[in-house]
């Protein structure tokens, strides 16, 4: 059982350059995120996403775009890639919201923006 | 807003050693609480958790209670193994009610090493 898959898991870019980060879950999860983390930080809410076709924006959205054209799938977009995104990122699922179910996470995808 | 803030580390213990790993909130409304854990190039995994005061959660000689009266949720272990060396996440959640989302709010983490 693969869980939540992440790719891909480094990615160095340029300053302005675009991406996308494909998180794919085999759970049948409702709830998807995406989280960054930077150290000293801990865990910040970029988008999230409460079931297949929505998408709603977390703490620091700026800068990223999501798509959850399927049910398993959630994508992160960078459109102009800046420095200060230079981060770890983390998608996770949830069967059920956060407050009442466990989430799942997948193992990272290390992001250089130079 | 809601917050969560964690004792700052790093932590360094020798195996057997007891572990705390202090952690306060503030939230609006009743929170749930958990621990989560990341080892060494993984991704986070749920620890421990506890939906309503007084309740104490437990796993893998992991033990925390959910105390309102002092808004915490301290981490404790009688005996630490080089195993547990990990970063500890302190997260609530608050239920809005209906469909609401409950996002989890993080502390900044505290790195816990175990020397032999």
């Known amino acids: 059982n693969a869980g939540v898959t992440q790719t891909p898991k480094f990615r160095v870019l340029k300053t302005g350059q675009s991406m996308t980060l494909l998180c794919a879950q085999d759970?049948?999860?409702?709830?998807m995120y995406w989280y960054r983390q930077d150290p000293g930080m801990g865990l910040r809410l970029i988008h999230y996403?409460?079931?297949?076709?929505?998408?709603a924006k977390g703490e620091v959205p700026d800068g990223y775009n999501v798509s959850r054209l399927k049910k398993q799938n959630f994508l992160l977009g960078l459109e102009s890639a800046a420095p200060s995104q230079t981060s770890v990122y983390f998608c996770?699922?949830?069967?059920?919201?956060?407050?009442?179910?466990?989430?799942?996470f997948g193992e990272g995808s290390r992001l250089t923006v130079l | 807003g809601d917050s969560v803030t964690q004792m700052e580390g790093p932590v360094t213990l020798s195996e057997e050693a007891f572990l705390t790993i202090n952690c306060t909130y503030t939230?609006?409304?009743?929170?749930?609480l958990f621990w989560y854990v990341q080892y060494p190039g993984e991704g986070l995994q749920l620890l421990l958790k506890?939906?309503?005061?007084?309740d104490k959660g437990s796993n893998k000689g992991f033990e925390a209670t959910y105390r309102k009266e002092t808004t915490s949720f301290h981490l404790e272990k009688g005996s630490v193994q080089v195993s547990d060396s990990a970063v500890y996440f302190c997260?609530?959640?608050?239920?809005?009610?209906?469909?609401?989302?409950?996002?989890?709010?993080f502390g900044q983490g505290t790195i816990l090493t175990v020397h032999p």
């Open positions: 996770a699922s949830s069967l059920q919201g956060g407050s009442t179910g466990e989430l799942f």
């Open positions: 759970m049948n999860h409702e709830y």
């Open positions: 996403s409460v079931g297949e076709g929505t998408t």
């Open positions: 939230a609006t409304g009743y929170p749930s």
């Open positions: 506890a939906t309503k005061a007084d």
């Open positions: 997260a609530l959640s608050v239920y809005a009610g209906g469909t609401s989302y409950g996002k989890l709010t």
